[in-house]
């Protein structure tokens, strides 16, 4: 190759290559570098495990995954905060960011930088929950508990996460004035109430949810009982008897006993946990007289399911007794049962030797919710009525 001074080299052709084609595919090569690595610092947002692929050149959004897994994982609290750090620097304004750089700065001891970054935060931006949690907390801890109600709203309206919500209700619950303003955002927020009085029931203790049991009653006309029924039934599915009951006597109705009837009513079984729920069989005909009497008639010879409904006994003996009569000599009488919740296992049970409709059960200790069961046979029965009594 020929080379000459103040020239550009050319081959043995006597040529000079162009340099354009190879400046072109470089740049095009850098250009979709960028934008690979960017899209893969935004998609890091949704993926934390790619923020290890992001060279720190490129981190912005994964910045913030890196500083939040650190923080979880509690790693080394100068690590954090040098990265919280390098986040605050690429990207100051979002309020999240300066929510995860004052618990960095939280973790290293440095309290009034981390202050300052949460009232920014807080001012900033109130859709980050770190920023309204850290000011609700503060709102109550001075006793403030309208504002720390604004907080919370604030919270369930950006559906923050569990942990959250749960430290957040746990804060209320501790006190009687924050139980007080927690029973007046339930009645404020029917959207909210189921998700409220769980969270109180998972976060309150034996004592304190009881309390704002009482603190709701006022409230009464104001609760949306759909809500609260979806919510007493999962509680009653899950055995936990200690929440179901007096949660449903914020929307049972006037002179109802909920649990400690056996009483056949008109309730219907979708609007009431308690309520029975009776057999659509269309072989089965059945109606319910002014005094609580069933009468029924079943056309089949096979024994099938006439009604059922929950229970919250206490464990020991219980007697159950039969009323009513068949409707023609000789008839069947009705078959009952009972069943633990969740478990389905059936409860030990014998008839009583001098009467033959009395049916005696025993709930063991760790059967706190029953389903109670009514079969019946083939025939029908007039003013079929059960009764039970604590031995």
């Known amino acids: 190759m020929n080379m000459a001074v103040g020239k550009r080299p050319v081959n043995d052709k006597g040529v000079r290559p162009k340099a354009g084609p190879f400046l072109l595919f470089f740049g095009w090569l850098a250009a979709a570098s960028v934008i690979l690595f960017a899209e893969l610092d935004r998609q890091a947002r949704y993926q934390p ?3 290890g692929y992001v060279p720190t050149a490129f981190r ?17 609290p100068s690590a954090a905060y040098l990265e919280a750090s390098r986040l605050l620097l690429r990207r100051p304004l979002p309020a999240e960011n300066l929510s995860l750089y004052a618990l960095a700065a939280a973790r290293t001891g440095k309290e009034q930088q981390s202050i300052q970054a949460l009232e920014l935060a807080a001012a900033r931006g109130w859709h980050d929950e770190i920023a309204q949690y850290a000011a609700l907390d503060a709102a109550a ?6 504002s720390a109600s604004l ?21 209320f619950m501790a006190d009687p004035s924050g139980r007080t303003a927690l029973a007046g955002l339930t009645a404020r927020s029917p959207s909210f109430q189921y998700q409220i009085l769980s969270l109180a029931g998972a976060h309150g203790s034996e004592d304190t949810f009881p309390l704002f049991l009482d603190a709701l009653k ?10 609260v029924k979806n919510l007493v039934t999962r509680w009653l599915a899950r055995g936990e008897v200690r929440l179901a009951p007096e949660t449903w006597r914020l929307c049972a109705l006037d002179g109802d006993r909920g649990a400690s009837t056996l009483a056949f009513s008109n309730h219907e079984g979708d609007r009431d946990p308690f309520a029975w729920h009776f057999s ?6 059945w109606s319910l007289d002014a005094s609580g009497g069933l009468t029924y008639r079943h056309k089949e010879q096979l024994a099938r399911l006439l009604g059922w409904r929950v229970l919250t006994l206490a464990p020991g003996f219980h007697r159950v007794k039969m009323e009513g009569r068949p409707a023609a000599m000789n008839g069947n009488y009705p078959s009952v049962r009972l069943r633990c919740v969740p478990s389905g296992t059936m409860a030990a049970m014998e008839m009583a030797s001098n009467d033959p409709q009395i049916i005696a059960f025993l709930v063991p200790k760790d059967c706190p919710v029953q389903k109670l069961e009514v079969k019946v046979l083939g025939g029908g029965f007039q003013g079929f009525r059960l009764v039970t009594a604590q031995e």
């Open 151 to 171: 907080r919370l709203q604030a919270l369930l309206q950006i559906q923050a996460r569990a942990p959250v919500l749960g430290r957040a209700v746990q804060d």
């Open 49 to 51: 495990d790619l923020t």
């Open 60 to 76: 912005s959004f994964s910045q913030a995954t890196r500083v939040e897994r650190l923080l979880k994982d509690r790693a080394d």
């Open 141 to 146: 801890r001075a006793g403030d508990w309208p």
């Open 280 to 285: 659509d069989h269309p072989g089965i005909a």
């Open 218 to 227: 006022p409230f009464k006309g104001r609760m949306d009982c759909g809500a």
